[in-house]
């Protein structure tokens, strides 16, 4: 019974984990990003948020596996839809870590990729964090439990904090190109 305890909660803290990635990916990147910071403490930030997601994903899944409590297999971890388990949530859980896998991958080969194939393959981490929360959401018998829900749901509020200031800084205006404005001064 501890195995199906941890499971749970190493699926919840990934979940917050992967949220706050979310969170600051929205809020720090691209020209119109609403919230600005030098670069180094940024990307570190964001590095090591998602490396502890991963930490925390990886025990999920092989607490999960180990457990005798559901029949999980280590194909099922990476294989959507296969398990004789909750095939549906179970499934979802799959194509997030799946999902994880590929964007884990992409960035570690981001010199060989390039930047714009890698940020091709790193916009799936938009993608990420929704079905990984509703694998969590759906699969379980603790669903409706204060302990999954609460985290959770602030969570879910955080992300889409972050979504509506985002949305609104893409409205503002861009800011002058530094070359642009050198141009216009020197005429």
């Known amino acids: 019974m501890t195995l199906w305890y941890a499971t749970r909660a190493f699926g919840v803290i990934s979940v917050v984990l992967l949220g706050a990635v979310m969170v600051l990916g929205l809020l720090t990147t691209g020209r119109r990003a609403p919230l600005r910071g030098p670069a180094f403490v940024v990307t570190g930030l964001h590095r090591s948020l998602s490396m502890l997601a991963v930490a925390f994903v990886a025990l999920h899944v ?45 960035s570690l080969l981001r010199a060989r990729l390039g930047l714009r194939a890698w940020r091709a393959v790193h916009w799936l981490a938009y993608a990420c964090w929704p079905v990984a929360l509703a694998h969590g959401l759906g699969q379980g018998t603790d669903r409706g439990s204060l302990l999954l829900l609460v985290p ?36």
């Open 62 to 106: 092989i607490t999960g596996v180990v457990d005798g409590y559901t029949p999980l297999t280590w194909l099922d971890a990476v294989v959507p839809f296969g398990s004789f388990y909750q095939p549906f949530w179970t499934g979802l859980g799959a194509v997030a870590l799946d999902l994880m896998i590929a964007l884990i991958a992409t």
């Open 152 to 187: 959770t749901g602030l969570s879910v509020l955080a992300v889409a904090a972050a979504g509506l200031l985002r949305l609104g800084a893409d409205r503002r205006p861009a800011p002058p190109h530094p070359v642009k404005h050198l141009e216009g001064s020197l005429r």
